[in-house]
């Protein structure tokens, strides 16, 4: 062998090593990360005394928050100011965003027929038990639902932690939490669910912080401590969109403390679980059940829908505050903005629907319901915020996708959901996946949509889990 050649083979070699190093040290798992749970959000000075603190504010305390009628007369006069709206093209429905002929619809009823209705709606939000406490410096608002029940004989009682996303809130969750509540009132289950539901800091009622760096691992370590605030030490999850992200970065920080993570929205973003994901198109009867490739493929079809719906994320990414300038203040901008997630989200085919099929699957009084939570509490872009600080370097520095989560996890994937994600890929970041179905109804607002059909999925996890695993009733 020449003296070039080898020197080739040798420098191919030494390529060869380097790249394989390389790419195994960027799939390997990853231990766990620490995050501080005592990490201060609030806008006064962190306590030097922090267990002082904690003693001094660890109160909960109970909130019926109601709204004057000049608030409501003021929503209402903006509501008259909607003689500008540009018309939409000839031919277009939804595909250029929301069709404003039909947003002056939504807005005459939402001005006419929702508002002198209010306080009606007021009864209807305030139909659960409000609560607020103070959870590392910021007013954390949460629903809690307890069962005391003296015959539960034979029944199983957890606590579940339900978390909502972007832009939602936990009014998604009504319909869902009488089902898991009204458990103890059906003979025939043998559940009974203390139910958790939070305001995402910076979401509907609860305080959003003044500092950098709030992402979702600290707002983790935040709803683990309001669960641990509650007397609630092992919990039940469920969650889509940021309650996914949230939900998952618990069960994986604080395993000990999860009986179950059960999403709508289970997701791997991880380098490994990318690229099993394309290798997987060219063999698509290997990795999915019969019946449900289309969940999956063509990949070119999700990554088109992708880049024609994820604008709004650059943006809140980038920029949220911007965005969010534009849209405080103004309650038409607010409904074209929130309102067209609604649609596209629900089902992609009803960009085509002159009213982007919004009264298909939802209630106009639910969607405005929701709308009205972010307009009132003005917290449309500290809610956005949470995308920047998902993707600041601090956070992605902690790499949580490379680590596993070894917690008992269950994965419900709806058809129109945004996007979905293999068993084969799922399995490297969730290792006791014990659940994973498909419904080909339904989109990414599961809860708000068809909360019988997750509630059913949920009741199957937990069944599983049970039978799989030795857990402890409260």
């Avoid at 943006?315 to 901008?333: E, M, R, S, W, Y």
């Avoid at 500290?382 to 269950?410: C, F, I, K, N």
């Avoid at 909360?451 to 799989?468: A, N, Q």
């Amino acid at each position: 062998m020449g003296v070039t050649v080898k020197i080739l083979v040798l420098i191919l070699a030494i390529a060869g090593g380097l790249v394989y190093r390389n790419v195994t040290q960027l799939w390997a798992d990853l231990p766990a990360p620490k995050l501080d749970p005592q990490e201060w959000w609030g806008d006064e000075a962190q306590p030097k005394d922090y267990e002082a603190y904690l003693k001094n504010n660890s109160e909960v305390i109970g909130n019926r928050l109601s709204y004057p009628d000049k608030t409501i007369a003021d929503l209402k006069e903006r509501l008259n100011r909607t003689l500008r709206l540009t018309p939409p093209l000839e031919g277009v429905a939804f595909e250029y965003g929301f069709n404003t002929n039909y947003l002056k619809e939504v807005v005459e009823y939402w001005r006419d027929d929702y508002l002198p209705r209010w306080r009606e709606r007021e009864v209807f939000l305030w139909q659960f038990n409000h609560f607020t406490t103070d959870i590392q410096g910021l007013r954390t608002h949460f629903l809690h639902l307890m069962v005391y029940d003296d015959n539960k004989v034979g029944k199983k009682h957890y606590p579940v932690l339900l978390l909502h996303g972007w832009p939602g809130s936990v009014r998604e969750f009504y319909d869902f939490i009488h089902l898991l509540h009204q458990t103890n009132l059906d003979n025939n289950n043998k559940y009974i669910f203390n139910v958790v539901v939070p305001s995402l800091p910076g979401y509907g009622w609860s305080q959003g912080t003044s500092r950098k760096g709030l992402g979702p691992a600290q707002v983790a370590v935040m709803m683990r401590n309001l669960m641990l605030r509650l007397g609630y030490n092992k919990f039940f999850i469920q969650g889509g969109d940021w309650g996914s992200v949230i939900g998952s970065n618990i069960a994986t920080l604080y395993p000990e403390n999860v009986l179950g993570y059960h999403s709508n929205m289970c997701n791997n973003l991880s380098p490994k679980s990318l690229a099993k994901g394309l290798v997987a198109e060219f063999w698509p009867s290997l990795f999915v059940p019969s019946g449900f490739e289309d969940f999956f493929f063509p990949k070119s079809n999700e990554m088109r829908y992708l880049m024609e719906e994820s604008g709004y994320f650059h943006i809140q990414a980038t920029k949220p505050d911007t965005i969010g300038a534009a849209l405080t203040d103004n309650p038409v901008g607010l409904a074209a903005y929130i309102l067209e997630k609604f649609s596209t989200w629900t089902n992609p085919s009803y960009r085509s629907l002159p009213d982007g099929g919004l009264t298909k699957r939802y209630k106009m009084d639910a969607l405005l319901d929701n709308l009205m939570i972010y307009y009132l509490t003005n917290s449309i872009t500290t809610s956005q915020r949470l995308y920047a600080e998902q993707y600041a370097q601090a956070q992605r520095d902690l790499h949580l996708e490379r680590v596993p989560t070894r917690v008992p996890t269950g994965c419900a994937r709806f058809k129109s959901d945004i996007m979905q994600f293999l068993d084969v890929q799922l399995k490297d970041k969730y290792t006791n996946l014990v659940h994973s179905t498909y419904h080909k109804k339904g989109g990414h607002f599961a809860a708000l949509e068809v909360p019988k059909v997750l509630y059913k999925d949920f009741i199957d996890f937990v069944e599983t889990v049970e039978r799989k695993f030795k857990i402890k009733t409260l």
